[in-house]
């Protein structure tokens, strides 16, 4: 049997930022990037741990807010940061800042609470661009899963709704949302939970075709990232397959020029070096590169790795992730590259 050939592609990083402040520490992570009318809006959860005994685990921290930062200058400089969710008001440990321009100015926040008490997704829409969010409203799927990760897309029939994804409870797949009256629908499974191992931390993008691609995490981790298409707008799913790529949490986007760029945390069997990595493809996800590595951190697994990514105005790719470069608690940072 013939194997298919991995495509090449080269990466130049142009410049590497941190752009969160130097004074702040905490456990800065998960961030998310959208263009919104000439700018980038980046959401982000910084934490704290609230007990000192958990002060040298370096865990996901506690006591998690959701922050904003945007670029009006193509990735170059951000502004200060914007505090969102407080949890010394809330008291809801914010896990997640997941940010999408749903066009004319709206912007679709899903956030992600953690307390021994308190488990629970919520959505807000902006309508300023993501410069004000109004009181979140629950956002309930059924069977408790989590939602969301990666962006929403766009369905081809109805322009008021979206599709966006959920993982853990029974499994991970899709379901549609709109924003304005916040009705659920559509929900779709594309992998149901085995014992073995599940697939969870699903991004998806929709391609020139008009197909669908999922790029799906297993854990625990034994073949790596996974992928799943749909032809009919999310309402079913080929069945889940690795793409030979050993990592976690993937977040997908299409390129300008058609091709296919994933951001993940890399890793490498038997060894505790992690990394940011990038894979391109060429195929509508048919084949994927080999991993290449934007940086490599310190720390253990948790310490880096989720990113997102986005396209500027001069079509450079602006790619935002945490990391941990000297075993300290991890920030956030951006690359700006350009893609050969």
């Known amino acids: 049997m013939m194997v298919a050939k991995r495509p090449k592609f080269s990466v130049s990083i142009l410049d590497t930022k941190r752009i969160t402040p130097q004074e702040w520490d905490g456990y ?130 109805d322009e008021s709704t979206f599709i966006g994804t959920f993982y853990n409870g029974p499994g991970c797949g899709t379901f549609r949302f709109n924003p304005e009256s916040g009705e659920i629908s559509g929900q779709s499974y594309i992998y149901e939970y085995f014992p ?11 391609m020139p075709s008009g197909r669908i691609l999922a790029l799906m995490r297993q854990a625990p981790c034994e073949d790596g990232l996974f992928k799943a298409t749909s032809d009919d707008d999310g309402k079913t799913w080929t069945t889940p397959v690795p793409i030979g790529l050993y990592g976690e949490a993937p977040s997908v986007k299409l390129l300008p020029d058609g091709r296919l760029l994933a951001i993940y945390r890399g890793m490498i069997r038997k060894n505790k070096k992690c990394r940011v990595a990038l894979t391109i493809s060429e195929d509508e996800g048919a084949t994927w590169s080999r991993a290449q590595t934007l940086a490599w951190y310190k720390g253990g697994r948790f310490h880096g790795g989720y990113g997102d990514l986005a396209v500027n105005d001069k079509g450079q790719v602006i790619a935002v992730y945490y990391i941990s470069r000297r075993h300290e608690g991890p920030v956030v940072e951006r690359m700006v590259l350009e893609l050969g």
């Open 28 to 157: 800065q992570s998960f961030p998310t990037i959208t263009y919104v009318d000439g700018e980038l809006l980046v959401g982000f959860r910084r934490a704290v741990n609230i007990s000192e005994d958990l002060r040298q685990r370096m865990d996901h921290g506690m006591a998690g807010d959701i922050y904003t930062t945007r670029s009006a200058d193509g990735g170059q400089t951000f502004s200060p940061p914007q505090l969102i969710i407080s949890h010394a008001q809330e008291r809801t440990n914010e896990h997640d800042a997941l940010l999408t321009h749903l066009g004319g100015g709206k912007v679709l926040l899903i956030s992600r609470t953690h307390t021994p008490e308190l488990r629970r997704n919520f959505f807000s829409l902006s309508t300023d661009g993501g410069d004000n969010f109004p009181e979140r409203q629950p956002l309930e799927l059924p069977g408790g899963e989590w939602a969301s990760f990666g962006h929403f897309i766009p369905t081809l029939d």
């Open 196 to 206: 073995e191992y599940r697939l969870n931390e699903t991004s998806i993008t929709r």
